[in-house]
């Protein structure tokens, strides 16, 4: 499913072969399944188009009037795209939450946009980013490094939450910033989160009554699972499903699973799914369908993909939702402490950093005098020193408070990685901040959510190459406005686990899982992964990335082995590297869509 757009005044109707013209004035195509509303403004002048998914009624767009609302991309559930055309120009509204990226080339003395970085690379010929790559590999902690880029060169994403005006002269794009995270305080925060959680998993429920779910067994799959069950028809069950390890059913995450599917057995039809050996981590990474970037389940697809298999050919779904996207937009970033010093709310602070302190079985005394100094550091300052501290550490700054935590830097690293990070740190520290003046904790959680929202979006073309639907609602726009607009008082202390969720689902989730403080970890799956398809990860430790000096060869080969010898090790950089190998390789085996400016009506090839 991808749609886009051309403005060029040499070569109207630009787009790819395939694909089909939306509009009268060939600006919008549209290549695959793509929801789409349109709505001709009165005088005819003006025609908007709704695409993605969106949870309007279908008489809301007919009311909006000649002037849109600054609020019509997160308006309404899912994630959706707003396009405004008329003779003058093209304006693109952008959803906040990144949940349904667009991106951007020049082209042929006008410009194209598209939801495919990939499609606009064809059209181009761009080359892969290499600095792109590094940061996704080596700070991937630290997304504002390469805000706005992509993965291939001279193709850039139009900023979220923004309202972009593209001449049909093919002039500079137009640039305002619509949507900003300012604190809420006309109703209470788990009130906001329940109506829009709700909102987003019904409207799913709605387009598709045979829609499954993940219900591991934790509180965010869990929570979609239930407003899931309640939205759903009477009569119509919720296929929810649990994965286990074959041979294991009593683990804890399955007991919880249990517990919810039983409190509403005459809603849902649990299902559990084994996973062998066969759906190990790392197992047939190199078949990764070619997708926009890396996708986030590459190291973990062939459980992925082996799920979504049996989800169409068992229960012949076509919808699926998960609980990705909670873990990001729910947990407080520990930066929070430096806000309650900032805004001098000094015993909160002392407090949650004692709690902190005990739950990382640490010192409150460094982190309370981290606090203090970061209270005092503009975003711009961090940015700027970050840069003498990209090559040099090895060690993790996870759980500290500091404006853009490190992971520990890999032996692995190759000569040509740190000159790469240190000019993405000087160009972020040199770009204006689209939302100066927020909270430290909201900021990094916009750049966060964004961040995963953007990824989730790989994960769901790799969905979409066994025919499901992927939806994750924790990361609608909707979702996230109403969690990221909570007052600093209101907002959850650093130490606790999700209590926003917990009291937004009040009443709709058995007590055990409601306040449930942990869950389960796949570590030792990994490890395992890595032993049984070693062959397969040293061959892709002599690809692309060696050849473009982003990593040595011989040193990682070295560090895969001690991490499939077992020697306890951090995997987190060296899955990024493997899994951005694997994507290599699938954007170079792949073939790439074709462009025609060939004219064709709307609805027609």
Known sequence: MIFGGSGSPSRPGFRPAGSRHLSSRLHTWALGAVPVRSVACPGGRRQVLILGRCGAEDSDPHRLSSTLPEDIAWRWPGAYTVIEESEEAVVIHTDPASARPIYLVGHDDGWVWSSSARALASLTRATVDAERLACSIFLPSIPTLSEGRTFFAGVEQLPPGCRIVLPNDGSDPHTATVWRPDPDESRPPAERLRTALFESVTARVVSDPEVSCDLSGGLDSTSVAALAAVALP???????????????????????????????????????????????????????????????????????????????????????????????????PPVHLADLVRHGRMRRAVTEGFGWARLRRTSPVPLLHDAILVSRTTRTRALT??????????????????????????????????????????????????????????????DDVREVARTAVADAELAAASGIDLNNPFLDPLVVDAVLRTPIDLRPPLHSYKPLLSRAMAGLLPHAVANRQTKGGFDTDHYAGLRANIPELLELAHGRLAEMGLIDAARMVRSLGQAAAGVPMSLATLEQALGSEAWLAAHAREPEPTWTSTPAGPGHD
Not at 251 to 277: E, K, P, T
Not at 405 to 433: C, H, K, V
């Open 234 to 332: 009477y009569g119509i069950r919720l296929n929810a499903i649990t994965i286990h390890p074959e041979g294991d059913i009593a683990g804890a995450d399955l007991h919880y699973a249990h517990q919810a599917a039983d409190a509403y057995s005459g809603r849902i039809n649990h299902r559990l799914l084994a996973m062998s050996a066969k759906h190990l981590p790392y197992t047939a990474m190199s078949a990764v369908p070619a997708t926009d970037e890396p996708a986030p389940s590459t190291i973990t697809q062939a459980r992925l993909m082996g799920q979504f298999r049996w989800l169409r050919k068992e229960l012949g779904a076509r919808t699926h939702m998960t609980g990705d996207g909670g873990d990001s937009l729910l947990f407080q």
């Open 385 to 446: 020193k970050l840069v003498d501290s990209i090559g040099g550490r090895r060690h993790s700054d996870h759980g500290r408070v500091c404006w853009f935590p490190l992971l520990p830097y890999p032996s692995w690293a190759g000569a040509a990685a740190a000159p790469l990070l240190s000019a993405s740190a000087l160009r972020a520290a040199s770009s204006p901040d689209r939302m100066p003046g927020l909270d430290a904790s909201v900021r990094t959680l916009v």
